[in-house]
């Protein structure tokens, strides 16, 4: 299925369509995002089809993940003039007051998205629409064993009419890296070994790129706990999208007062779970293959199953399985496992817990599960993570006013954050203009220097630099 793309040509005709939808103005933008919408929901079922098809994800997530972009287009669209409104910074000194300066925010001409397969459609709208919006013409390249919910929503976006500043590259990975050497600004979800091979590229370029990269979060279970509260949640936690989620709970830390019945809750409500409607396959059967590894590995090591534990590679299938007797030496604690496992270690104390939590070298988010809401806010700010939820699972990733942001290497730059979600794809620039016509005989920077008007000039900038006495020193 995969074509072979001119990806300099795809880039040079975006770049020329793109002035023309920068001109427009973010009122005209918005419009076109709002139609966009509404074509994406009068197409839903055939999209959603496509989704599910291609990573086999229960038809209620994918119905899920397409929600999301469709929600984030109309609080992008109610606030996008406000965030792209030029600003008037005040003079900072005398010596500029009678200067205006104007500050726009001028896109990125060509902006690439390349995405992976766990959230094929949901991550590449998301930050397709952002882009857009900032006035950027956008590329997206989907991972290629999932591309055809991708293909199909970009193609809504020729079908409405709309400028053709939004198309599709698909192709193999050497169709992103060729992307790579054409795109002004790059927005990377994937592995961390990718993104950092993206980045170099980046800088070598001299252009920006935000990368959402790999995840361990942890999550902290502590003894005040509501036990069947942090059980469902953190079930839900590990196993939605089978654990394919970058803020997926990879490894939980028990305080010794509930561990016994933390895991026994766990396991019950784990081992009910059906397999298809509520848990499906793996995308990949590489994915499948690294799962695998890292249940055998661990359980070679002494690792115990509570629940689950079997495998088909043809189905692709991991039973969603909870683990003891793990611990830091183990990949399943320590590299991302992306599937349906879930690690559990009993910890002495909430100190405990975050030195463990914090020797991850990922730090993408975290969950504290406590009846004290303030105990669980103070925990929160000893965490080397971008977003911490106090009793709730992947909470922030619907949070999209709030910046999502990957620490260590789970990232740079993120998604989301309201303004900053569109002001990211953007320059600013900064046009300084008199507020008053000035002969040129009063402009004391230009040529030429003279010495009494150096002293003078010199005296007054220190004047207005310095504070008291200092001031007036020579
Ligand atoms: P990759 O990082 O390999 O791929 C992500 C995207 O980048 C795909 O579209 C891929 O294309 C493309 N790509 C691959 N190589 C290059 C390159 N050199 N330059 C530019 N683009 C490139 O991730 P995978 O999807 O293979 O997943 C591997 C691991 O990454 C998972 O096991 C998981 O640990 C992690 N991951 C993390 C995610 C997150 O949300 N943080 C999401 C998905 C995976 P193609 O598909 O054609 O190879």
């Known amino acids: 299925m995969n074509q072979v793309v001119d990806v300099p040509g795809l880039v040079s005709e975006l770049r020329a369509a793109q002035p ?26 055939r999209i959603v089809a496509a989704l599910a098809a291609d990573t086999g994800k229960p038809t209620v997530e994918a119905r899920i993940e397409f929600t999301v972009p469709v929600d984030l287009i109309k609080y992008s669209a109610r606030h996008a003039r406000g965030w792209l409104r030029p600003g008037h910074p005040a003079p900072p000194n005398l010596l500029n007051a009678m200067k205006q300066a104007t500050v726009t925010h001028r896109p990125y001409p060509v902006v690439a998205v390349i995405t992976p397969w ?178 055998v590995d661990a359980l070679a090591a002494g690792a115990r199953v509570a629940v689950g534990g079997n495998t088909d590679r043809d189905a692709k299938w991991v039973q969603p399985t909870v683990l003891t007797g793990v611990d830091h030496t183990m990949a399943v604690v320590c590299e991302e496992t992306f599937g349906p496992l879930i690690p559990v270690i009993e910890v002495a104390d909430a100190d405990e817990a975050v030195a463990l939590a914090n020797s991850s070298r990922f730090g993408l988010s975290a969950s504290v599960w406590t009846r004290d809401t303030r105990r669980g ?41 309201g303004a900053d979600s569109v002001l990211r794809y953007c320059r600013p620039q900064t046009v300084t203009a008199p507020r008053a016509p000035i002969p040129y005989q009063r402009y004391l920077l230009w040529f030429p220097y003279t010495p009494s008007g150096t002293v003078v000039l010199g005296r007054i900038m220190r004047a207005l630099a310095a504070t008291g006495r200092r001031r007036w020193g020579w």
């Open 118 to 295: 766990n959230f094929p459609l949901g991550l590449s709208l998301c930050d397709a629409i952002p882009a857009l919006l900032a006035g950027a013409a956008v590329v997206v390249k989907p991972a290629s064993a999932t591309p055809r919910s991708v293909i199909a929503a970009i193609q809504g976006w020729a079908e409405i009419g709309a400028p053709p500043v939004f198309r599709v590259l698909h192709g193999p990975g050497s169709s992103g890296a060729a992307l790579v050497e054409q795109a002004d600004f790059v927005q990377f979800t994937g592995s961390t070994e990718v993104g950092i091979r993206i980045a170099e590229r980046c800088a070598q370029r001299l252009v920006p790129c935000g990368l959402e990269l790999g995840g361990k979060d942890a999550a902290i279970v502590l003894a005040d706990a509501d036990l069947d509260l942090a059980v469902r949640g953190i079930a839900w936690g590990a196993l939605a999208n089978a654990g394919q989620m970058c803020t997926s709970v990879e490894r939980v830390y028990v305080e010794s007062a509930v561990y016994p019945r933390f895991v026994e809750r766990l396991s019950a409500h784990v081992g009910a779970l059906r397999r298809g409607a509520d848990v499906a396959p793996l995308v990949t059967t590489d994915q499948f293959d690294l799962v695998r590894a890292h249940l």
């Open 20 to 45: 023309e939808w920068e001109r427009l103005g973010v009122e005209a933008r918005t419009r076109w995002l709002r139609r966009y919408a509404e074509w994406l929901l009068d197409n839903q079922e």
């Open 377 to 417: 806010r103070a925990i929160a700010a000893r965490l080397d993570a971008g977003s911490v939820n106090i009793n709730d699972s992947h909470a922030n990733v619907f949070f999209f006013a709030a910046p999502m942001d990957g620490w260590k290497q789970s990232g740079l730059g993120g998604r989301f954050g």
